[in-house]
């Protein structure tokens, strides 16, 4: 017996590649309806073999139906996530409407399975920011070991995590670049992307972080341990997908390089190549349609006591989106609601 599943924002980057991992995933699915908004309506879109149209998030009733997973944004979660989560239908939220909300779990199942069971207080349950969820997952089982007092992190996010206008963006400026007469000016983007890259991601704040960089320190705390200090300088940068990351982390205890790569080999849903020879790290463009988070660079920080270094890949669609509320969701059905 397996699970009536919605999928809302269908049509866009995140919705698709859910759809894709549901199928790859082999989630144990009775029926599975899509949702756009009326602009979309009747879009086509593929999951699995099969070919489906989306219906309007609008009017549709999620009574009777287990498992939502939302891919629309803040404002339209905002209006339609608690009319799913009151008809009795879990919602998996990937916008940050809910992620600082104390009565709604924000979940990375390979780091905080136990949260689940709080998702009942709202029926809603919060997938976190794309370049928080990579990095707590190599995180997790450090901390385990030795303890995290403080991270900083500098990210170099792929386009794809601004959606299909971001993609399209790098695109035409990239091309124009070689037609002096097709002029691209920013958009999505502050400033040119293509050859360039943006210290910008998403507004500033009076603190002088942008949000992004404030979404890290939080959701880290929340995820992880309230008690780890982080630090983070989010930069956009000219690539399609995926997300890269250069972390520097201070433990209370002292951590050896080489048992830190043995315990991240061993971490779920992480990968360690790392070699001290030409090309033995991991790129963005390497990590596309892969779901592992990818640890390369692994090395002691001789500057503090106890620091190591560490460079991490992953991709934003599938791991920092889409992957990770498919998990949440077979955490969901595992641990609490378990037909499938």
Not at 121 to 148: E, F, Y
Not at 242 to 261: C, K, P, T, Y
Not at 268 to 280: A, F, L, Q, T, Y
């Amino acid at each position: 017996m397996g699970y009536r599943v919605v999928v809302a924002g269908a049509t866009g980057n995140v919705g698709r590649e859910m759809l894709n991992i549901l199928s790859e995933r082999q989630f144990p699915v009775d029926e599975i309806t899509v949702l756009a908004s009326r602009k979309s309506l009747g879009t086509e879109v593929s999951f699995g073999d099969k070919t489906l149209k989306t219906k309007d998030l609008d009017t549709f009733d999620f009574t009777g139906w287990d498992i939502a997973l939302f891919a629309v944004g803040s404002e339209a979660t905002k209006q339609y996530a608690p009319k799913a989560a009151k008809a009795g239908c879990v919602v998996i939220d990937n916008s940050s409407l809910y992620r600082y909300d104390a009565d709604v779990p924000l979940i990375v199942p390979e780091v905080n399975p136990e949260a689940i069971h709080g998702y009942a207080k709202k029926n809603i349950i919060a997938n976190p920011n794309c370049s928080t969820a990579q990095m707590v997952v190599a995180l997790k089982p450090l901390h385990d070991r030795a303890t995290i007092k403080r991270v900083v992190v500098s990210t170099y996010q792929s386009v794809s995590g601004a959606g299909k206008e971001g993609i399209d963006e790098l695109w035409d400026q990239t091309k124009s670049i070689y037609n002096p007469t097709d002029n691209k000016p920013p958009r999505k983007f502050q400033k040119q992307i293509a050859f360039n890259v943006i210290p910008q991601i998403d507004v500033f704040m009076d603190s002088g972080d942008t949000k992004e960089e404030w979404k890290m320190m939080v959701e880290t705390k929340k995820i992880v341990d309230p008690k780890i200090k982080v630090t983070a300088t989010c930069v956009r940068v000219p690539v399609f997908v995926g997300h890269s990351e250069s972390v520097n982390i201070e433990f209370e205890e002292h951590l050896d390089e080489d048992e830190a790569r043995e315990i991240l080999r061993e971490a779920p849903g992480v990968m360690v190549i790392d070699k001290r020879e030409d090309g033995g790290y991991v790129s963005p463009v390497e990590c596309v349609g892969d779901f592992a988070t990818f640890i390369s660079r692994i090395r002691q920080d001789s500057t503090i006591d106890n620091g190591l270094n560490l460079w991490c890949v992953s991709d934003n669609l599938r791991k920092g989106a889409a992957l990770n509320a498919v998990q949440i969701a077979e955490l969901l059905g595992r641990e609490v609601l378990k037909k499938g």
